[in-house]
């Protein structure tokens, strides 16, 4: 944890990710972290709307889901299959029907972060032209991490 420090009654850890990405958890008696989860930035109880907020929260997506699973992750997108749990995930427009309340129309992706990741669960939806913008940023930052991933990126 070389950038988070211990605040407070030095049960809870604040700190900056190499992203950008601010951070929050918690210690337990033993000194180790529990819930552990991005922050957003509020004032006065409202988000802060900035240009980067959909950025933002789709770094928290791949923050709580761990480099690890970068790679399932993109055959995700590939195969135009939804991925994720309880707390973060995304569908594509054809998850729902014209019909369903939940419908958000025809070439997009949805994203839903939820609380405890969020203050308040957020929903966003992206074209596909931002979805591709965001991914090759994404890929770039995860291959500085991991340049044996190469190819296998490359050929999602």
């Known amino acids: 944890m070389k950038n988070g420090k211990v605040v407070g009654a030095g049960r809870e850890i604040t700190g900056v ?51 690890g699973k970068f790679l399932r992750i993109l055959r995700s997108y590939a195969n135009g299959e939804g991925y994720g749990d309880e707390y973060a995930r995304f569908v594509f427009a054809d998850y729902y029907e014209e019909w369903e309340e939940d419908y958000f129309g025809k070439d997009r992706i949805a994203y839903y972060i939820d609380r405890p990741l969020v203050e308040k669960d957020e929903e966003i939806t992206l074209d596909y032209s931002t979805l591709y913008r965001y991914l090759r940023e994404d890929c770039d930052r995860y291959l500085e991490e991991y340049p044996q991933d190469k190819s296998e990126v490359e050929e999602l």
């Open 17 to 67: 990710v190499s992203n950008g990405l601010q951070f929050r958890g918690f210690l337990n008696e033993s000194g180790e972290i529990t819930n552990f989860f991005p922050t957003l930035d509020y004032n006065e109880g409202v988000v802060i709307i900035v240009e980067d907020k959909y950025r933002k929260l789709i770094s928290y997506f791949y923050l709580h889901m761990g480099d």
